[in-house]
């Protein structure tokens, strides 16, 4: 059974950091690119960031840019999204995902994590 799972969310201050992580199992991700979107209250679920297989292809929201950092380490099948000049706006669920293509699409990927609440007070 294919899992990601998502850890490192947390309440922090406006201006401060926090990193998130999520691990995969239950099968090779080899070839699949894996992200983040997130989704805050009644809001609809957003592309936060992506990255390809071989991390040389990487695309951030324009929300984001800037500030937060998406990368991977393969042989440990995981992807890390670190968030700095954290803003109220950036609360909300965030949701690891894997698929076989970059995109900016939710029904592109195949893969979801249960998601990670991040609350940044103001």
Do not use: H
């Amino acid at each position: 059974q294919v899992q990601l799972v998502e850890s490192g969310g947390g309440l922090v201050q406006a201006g401060g950091s926090l990193r998130l992580s999520c691990a995969a199992s239950g099968r090779t991700f080899g070839g699949y690119a894996m992200g983040w979107f997130r989704q805050a209250q009644e809001k609809e679920r957003e592309f936060v960031a992506v990255i390809n297989w071989s991390g040389n292809s990487i695309t951030y929201a324009d929300s984001v840019k800037g500030r937060f950092t998406i990368s991977r380490d393969n042989a440990k099948n995981t992807v890390y999204l670190q968030m700095s000049s954290l803003k109220p706006d950036d609360t909300a669920v965030y949701y690891c995902t894997a698929g076989r293509l970059v995109s900016l699409a939710q029904r592109a990927y195949d893969y979801w994590g249960q998601g990670t609440q991040v609350t940044v007070s103001s």
